[in-house]
Nanobody
Framework: QVRLVESGGGLEQAGGSLRLSCAVS????????MGWYRQAPGRQRELVAT???????NYADSVKGRFTISRDNAKNAVYLQMNSLQPEDTAVYIC??????????????WGQGTQVTVSS
């Protein structure tokens, strides 16, 4: 069973920083890509950042230059460094991983989410 567990969320003032972590555990052959999504009340889930096995990255325009995604393949972990936080960043942040339990099959797995609240 593959599980993703996030940590690092909390309350921060505008202009502050938070670092989110996500650890993937279970029967894992490999992880193709990992990412962070977020969802605010009344809004659809949106992509924040993704990172491939070879560490190519992609960011939403709204966070580009402020957020940095990284991964540790040896630890099956992905991180999101969030700087210059804005109230608009307030959301539940959800970790995602494209996991191969066996070599020929890749499936998306999701974490439970961690709350990030940015006060003005």
């Amino acid at each position: 069973q593959v599980r993703l567990v996030e940590s690092g969320g909390g309350l921060e003032q505008a202009g502050g920083s938070l670092r989110l972590s996500c650890a993937v555990s279970g029967s894992i052959f490999s992880i193709d890509a990992m990412g962070w999504y977020r969802q605010a009340p009344g809004r659809q889930r949106e992509l924040v950042a993704t990172i491939t096995t070879l560490r190519s990255t992609n960011y939403a325009d709204s966070v580009k230059g402020r957020f940095t995604i990284s991964r540790d393949n040896a630890k099956n972990a992905v991180y999101l460094q969030m700087n210059s936080l804005q109230p608009e960043d307030t959301a539940v942040y959800i970790c995602n991983a494209l996991v191969r339990v066996v070599p020929a099959t890749a499936r998306n797995y999701w974490g439970q989410g961690t709350q990030v609240t940015v006060s003005s």
